[in-house]
């Protein structure tokens, strides 16, 4: 695996079974080769599924995220975006979007191939949105899909997990999602602003990457930051 940007750049170009891929300091995924971009856990109307639970957020969570999506877009003009899973927070959020929001995502979609892969939080297609649903879908030698597999490893590119690491300097611990790869499997971070991390030295991530390989690109306010594995922390 290579990494061959600075520490602390707003992208990191990583090799990945051979193909050169572009993490992005937002947590998607750029393919120049393909000129596919790849964003996960967007989890989009998580705010308005809380609420009709009774758990009451602020509201502005779909308008956030998407906001931070139209950011990436732009940087990058992607012709194919993959939506790896869990773009929606429930099955009936798609048709719960308030318009001006449904509109906005209309707009970043606009003029772009788009496939939806399916997540467990939304296995249906989201309603009268465009694009294409998959449960996987392979761009060259990668492979795309929610879950990461138990089996399968070479050119797997997945979400769902939310990866974060930790780190302690100084005595100060940081805590921020993060890229985890070992040049053979890449997770992604969530993408949706209602989502939290999961450890990537959680018992969830183990048997999933080769320890002495382990890579964290952890997002930063405007940069992310290459961790060793062995730097990194629990808890």
């Not at 940087?75 to 194919?80: M, N, Q, S």
Request: aromatic share 6%; net charge neutral.
């Amino acid at each position: 695996m290579r990494a061959t940007a600075k520490a602390r750049a707003q992208a990191i170009e990583i090799g990945l079974t051979g193909e050169t891929v572009i993490c992005d300091r937002s947590g998607a995924l750029w393919l120049p080769a393909d000129r596919t971009l790849v964003v996960s856990d967007l989890h989009l109307e998580k705010g308005s599924s809380f609420a009709r639970r009774g758990m009451l957020l602020p509201p502005y969570d779909t308008l956030v995220t998407l906001r931070l999506l139209d950011e990436a877009v732009s940087r990058y003009d992607p012709a194919i975006v993959v939506s790896l899973g869990d773009a929606f927070h429930d099955e009936e959020a798609a048709a719960r979007m308030p318009p001006l929001w449904r509109d906005m995502l209309l707009g970043i979609m606009a003029g772009r191939d788009w496939i939806w892969v399916a997540g467990n939080h939304d296995p249906s297609r989201p309603a009268g949105l465009p694009g294409e649903s998959l449960s996987e879908v392979a761009v060259g030698v990668l492979s795309f899909r929610h879950e990461p597999s138990r089996t399968k490893a070479a050119g797997e590119v997945a979400g769902h997990l939310h990866p974060g690491g930790r780190i302690v300097r100084r005595g100060r611990s940081v805590r921020r999602a993060c890229f985890i790869t070992d040049g053979d499997r890449l997770i992604l971070p969530a993408f949706g602003a209602y989502t939290g991390a999961l450890n990537v030295l959680d018992r969830a991530f183990h048997g999933l990457f080769r320890k002495e390989r382990l890579l964290a690109l952890m997002l930063g306010d405007a940069c992310l930051y290459p961790i060793a594995g062995a730097a990194l922390f629990p808890g």
